[in-house]
């Protein structure tokens, strides 16, 4: 072997050594950044250590994973609106609750993830509304401050009946296909 052909292997041998102490360097500093990131969002390091528990933990979110790295609920906030939202292990939405400066909602979902019932309540009242599986309105009991109606629906998110209690005055109305009163009794 030549001093030429030599020097080249050397300088190879050289390059391949400054490559694998960068991704060296590059590997360790991200692990250190990694432990600070843990650190710095699980908190105080020795009081987990201690098993001691950190009295408060802020964040923008949390995520709740399963046995199986599935997400399985979210607690963030979604344009200044506090959201929790529990999730089927297919990662479907089950339980959604959420607050804002009018009021508050509970949404439940079936196993596809569709709305069955939402239970709310905002300045002009509260409601409960009831979903087919289509997505559809089927039951509307909503209670305000002049009294309370049930309106229910057909298959296609028409109303069919209303009954209500307004002021302490009864009524009843029937309804056609159309959403038209083919009856109606103050």
Not at 93 to 109: E, H, M, N
Not at 126 to 155: Q, W
């Amino acid at each position: 072997m030549t001093t030429e052909e030599r020097l080249e292997k050397l300088e190879r041998e050289m390059s391949w050594a400054k490559r694998r102490n960068r991704c060296l360097l590059l590997g360790i500093l991200l692990a250190v950044g990694m432990w600070i990131g843990f650190v710095g969002f699980t908190g105080d390091a020795e009081a987990q250590v201690r098993g001691q528990v950190p009295k408060t933990i802020f964040a923008r979110a949390f995520v709740l994973m399963d046995e199986k790295d599935r997400t399985r609920a979210v607690l963030h906030m979604t344009a200044g609106v506090p959201s929790l939202t529990l999730l089927h292990e297919k990662g479907t939405s089950s339980v959604s609750l959420t607050s804002d400066k009018d009021g508050a909602s509970l949404c439940l979902f079936d196993k596809k993830g569709k709305p069955r019932a939402v239970l709310a309540t905002d300045k002009q009242g509260t409601g409960l509304n009831f979903y087919n599986d289509k997505g559809k309105v089927r039951t509307i009991l909503r209670l305000t401050k002049d009294g309370t109606t049930l309106s229910l629906y057909d298959e296609y998110g028409q109303p069919r009946v209303g009954v209500g209690l307004i002021a302490d005055k009864p009524s009843m109305y029937l309804y056609d296909s159309r959403g038209r009163t083919i009856w109606g009794a103050p």
